[in-house]
């Protein structure tokens, strides 16, 4: 059941998905060579619970961590650990907070240290993918014709869209109906309402679409070992005009 939210619940999912936000600024700054993921994590407790919010994710179906700390292969739900980042690392950094039982989520992918053009190039499409995707969620449009540009995008930069994973509907729930997938072809699914807040979320495979999860349940790789890029912000539906982003600063 998809569920409109009042403008009082949005107001409070902005204040979530702005603490969300800040948190992953400093994360972004504090990314560099030497730092482990666990600094990572402890880092955005810190600064999540020092806004008065709580992580979203600690807790969740037993994930362990405030953050999810995906490096290259690594395509979602990496558990920080004490890993230590490299020159030329990508990463993407996932995190959800909770405010007045409200959630906030979004992500971000990050290049450490000095950029390498290939993995560069595939952060700025995925990056560019999920704002074509969000541009297309206003009143009238269906679901599939935010899931049907996100996917052209990143086809027609010659790589893939993951499918196991999709973006979704949010409010109380960190996860709520509908789903958004980030594939299909357009003018399918519900039609976009006043009211729907949702967490549009590509994962782009810079090799083939396949992905695997690793024996502690959680981190899902690429299975060809090809690097892989996610941004995810948490929109509001207007009743017209473009979408409000929630989660970004």
Known sequence: MIILKTPDEIAVMALASRVVAETLAVLTKAVRPGITTDELDRLAEEEIRSRGARP???????????????????????IPSKRVLKEGDIIGLDLGAIVDGFYGDSA?????????????????????????GIKQAVVGHRLSDISHVIQQHVESAGYSVVTEFVGHGIGRQLHEEPQVPNYGKPGQGPRLQAGM???????????????????????????DGSLSAHFEHTIAIQPSGPPRILSQL
């Open 56 to 78: 979203a994710f600690k807790g969740y179906r037993s994930y362990p961590k405030t953050l999810c700390a995906s490096v290259n292969e690594q395509v979602v739900h990496g």
């Open 108 to 132: 971000v992918t990050v290049v450490v240290g000095q950029a390498i053009e290939r993995s560069a190039r595939l952060v700025r499409v995925t990056e560019e993918a999920m704002y074509l």
């Open 197 to 223: 807040v949702l967490a549009i979320e590509p994962m782009v495979n810079m090799g083939k679409a396949a992905v695997k999860v690793l024996e502690d349940r959680w981190t899902a790789v690429t299975a």
